[in-house]
Each structure stands twice: as structure tokens, then as C-alpha cells.
């Protein structure tokens, strides 16, 4: 079986999307399964490149359009690309910002309106439209983008449309889309080098750690935090250790100052360890107490790093959670917690991947012959 994704970017550590087609295609590829991927609007690069990613079970080919190359001619040769493969499947994993810095990806809907009934189809739909749209421009954008996505599943008539929460597909249900809930598996790969008497990656201190990852709080988000933290550190003489990685520098730096102030007198220790590859976040998993999501509870299904910390068998703090609306996940929800506290005082469980069930779930989707046997590794 012939099957290419297409997503916008395709820069490793750099968009999650990209990042989590990879993840699923070397999942997929075997000896019966051919994997292609195709990047329509690549902003890390700034000419066409082919690569091959290598996997245990064989290769899968790559093609990457940089978003600087005027769209008529990536356009004709991406065309190119997919008609030359021939796949069986055609994968669009669809977040409208990954093919339009504004949302509006109406050169993408007619470049896939020009492969309509050539191959059968399959549509991801990472993300949906503005929910909350703020000001007139938002609530334009969000009408926009519902009457995009209506359009583009109209063309393509994809055999499934999936979505990873149950928010999103109840949201499509009211525009006369029919989705099925795919869950997220994590974006962090397990660090599989993890030797006894490995040095651990913090000093070691008898502590309570938490892990955050991506971008430092900022708004009303930030408050919650803090206060959150510093309630902790009155009823906990130990103190707190806050590890963090990845985020932009000075916005973290800015939001360090603004913690510290606020817990002047109390025992919290915090390390930013910047950006860590996908195996060194995985060592610090496992050597921290909790982690720290900053989703939505709806949208808590849609994080790769909170899927990631659950993989791990890491409790989490959900600050936005007030613990009682539904979460948007169903993976391990009894490791999510509304208090950081009570994040911290639970016990972790050992680490379950989530890749090889969703990766047979997602095949098992467009009726693969059952004489022939599917290889789902990890």
C-alpha cells in the first residue's frame, strides 16, 4: 500500500504537526507500506528539497516546498510529486496556520480541488477554525476558515475525517461534517539509551520537581500559575523545584523575574534547560514529579506535550482545569489534576506509548486486506 501525508512544514522540532506526521509514518512503513510525505509550505527552508528519512523497517520519501516559492509553481510540481507516487491514500493533516500565515488557505483548497477523484482521501484536522474569535477580524477569519474546511471535505469526499477531541468533532457535526476522534500520541520519543548509574540530568536534591515545556505564561494564565505555586510553597516546607525547556528566552526570562518576585522568601529553585532533543526530554520525564500542561481542558487531547508527560506516566497539573468539565482526553485522565498539589502527591505509572494503537487505528481505517499482515513498530 502507497500512502503520502501532506502537511504544511516539515522542520524536525519545529512544528507538531510535521513532527507528528513523521512519528506515524515511521510508525506505518514496512515492507507493505510505502510512505511518502509532502511539505506544501516549509518555512525553515528556501528551496525544494527531497530527502529520505531512514527508518528500521525501510526509508520514506520526503518532499518539502519552502512557503518563499511562488505558489503556481510549487503548486505544479507538487502535483507532479503526488501523481508520480500514485498513492492509494492521500493524508491531508490540516491546521489551517500551516498553509497560510492568516488561516486562509484558499490556494490550498484548489490545489487539492485539482486532485479530486484521483485518489481516495483521508483529512486530519489538527485544528478547525477560531473558536473564540476576538473582534470583528477574528469572527471574519473563523466564518472564512468553517467554509473553507466545508469546501475542501466537500471536494476531497475523504473516506474518514478524523480529529483528536471531542470538541472539535461536535463542532464539525454542526456544519454537516462527520469525524471520528483519532487520540494524539505523544510527540517526545522515549530516550531507549537510558543505562543504570546514567547521570541524572538535575542535581539531586530532596525536592519536588515539575516539568513545563513551550512558551512561559503570560496573562491571566500566568496569575493562576503563580498563585497556584506560591500556595503550594506555603503548605510544603520542602519548596519547589520549576524545570523548564524550550519557549522563546527573553519571554521566559521576563516571566522568571515577575515568579521570583512573587515568591521572595520561599524555597523554589528554577532551571531553564532551553531547547532539549526529543530523548533528553524523555530522561527529564522521568526524573521529575509532575508535569505542567497550559491547554484547555477541551483541548488538553490536542497537546503533544501533555500526551507525551501521560505517555510517561507523569501526573499533571491542568491550571486552567477547575476539575469538574470534561477533558479532552481520554488517556490516563486519572493522572490530570486541577491543583499542583495534588499532581505532586499522586504516584506516576510506568511508561505506555500510545504510537503502535493509534498507528493500527489509523491504518485500520481504510480496510487493508486482511491477508496482509501490518508491521505498526515504534
Not at 22 to 33: C, E, I, K
Not at 168 to 188: S, T, W
Not at 304 to 312: D, F, K, P, S, T
Amino acid at each position: 500500500m502507497r500512502l503520502m501525508f501532506v502537511c504544511g512544514c516539515l522542520e524536525p522540532g519545529c512544528d507538531g504537526v510535521g513532527d507528528y506526521v513523521v512519528r506515524l509514518g515511521t510508525a506505518l512503513v514496512s515492507p507493505h507500506m510505502e510512505v511518502y510525505i509532502l511539505a506544501l509550505n516549509d518555512t525553515y527552508i528556501e528551496n525544494v528539497a527531497a530527502e529520505k528519512r531512514n527508518t528500521a523497517q525501510g526509508s520514506i520519501q520526503v518532499r518539502r516546498f519552502p512557503s518563499v516559492m511562488a505558489w503556481h509553481k510549487k503548486s505544479e510540481q507538487a502535483l507532479h510529486f503526488v501523481r508520480e507516487v500514485s498513492p492509494e491514500v492521500l493524508s491531508l493533516q490540516y491546521v489551517p496556520y500551516s498553509f497560510h500565515k492568516k488561516g486562509l488557505p484558499f490556494s490550498l483548497n484548489n490545489w487539492l480541488g485539482a486532485l479530486s477523484g484521483e485518489f481516495r482521501s483521508h483529512v486530519m484536522l489538527h485544528e478547525i477554525w477560531l473558536d473564540s474569535p476576538a473582534g470583528w477580524k477574528q469572527g471574519v477569519a473563523a466564518f472564512l476558515q468553517r467554509r473553507l474546511i466545508r469546501k475542501m471535505i466537500g471536494m476531497m469526499k475523504p473516506v474518514v475525517v478524523n480529529v483528536s477531541v471531542s470538541y472539535d468533532r461536535d463542532a464539525l457535526a454542526k456544519i454537516g461534517i462527520c469525524a471520528d476522534v483519532l487520540p494524539l500520541f505523544g510527540n517526545v520519543c522515549p530516550d531507549t539509551a537510558i543505562q543504570p548509574g546514567r547521570k541524572s540530568m538535575l542535581p539531586e536534591r530532596d525536592v519536588p520537581t515539575v516539568l513545563y515545556f513551550g512558551a512561559a505564561p503570560k496573562g491571566a494564565f500566568r496569575q493562576i500559575f503563580t498563585n497556584e505555586v506560591l500556595g503550594f510553597c506555603k503548605k510544603d516546607f520542602r519548596g519547589i523545584r520549576l524545570v523548564f525547556t524550550g519557549g522563546e528566552a527573553q519571554a521566559k526570562a521576563a516571566f522568571f523575574e515577575v515568579l521570583k518576585a512573587s515568591l521572595r522568601g520561599y524555597p523554589c529553585e528554577i532551571l531553564d534547560l532551553g531547547f532539549l532533543p526529543g530523548g533528553e526530554i524523555s530522561r527529564l520525564m522521568r526524573q521529575c514529579d509532575a508535569g505542567i500542561s497550559k491547554s484547555k481542558p477541551r483541548y488538553l487531547g490536542k497537546s503533544g506535550a501533555a500526551a507525551a508527560m501521560l505517555e510517561h506516566g507523569l501526573p499533571v497539573w491542568l491550571p486552567r482545569w477547575n476539575g469538574k468539565e470534561e477533558l479532552g482526553v481520554s488517556f490516563r485522565s486519572e493522572l490530570v489534576f486541577s491543583t499542583l498539589q495534588a499532581a505532586l502527591y499522586s504516584s506516576r505509572q510506568p511508561y505506555r506509548s500510545l504510537l503502535a494503537e493509534v498507528a493500527e487505528r489509523f491504518i485500520g481505517q481504510f480496510q487493508v486486506e486482511p491477508s496482509v499482515k501490518m508491521e505498526v513498530g515504534i
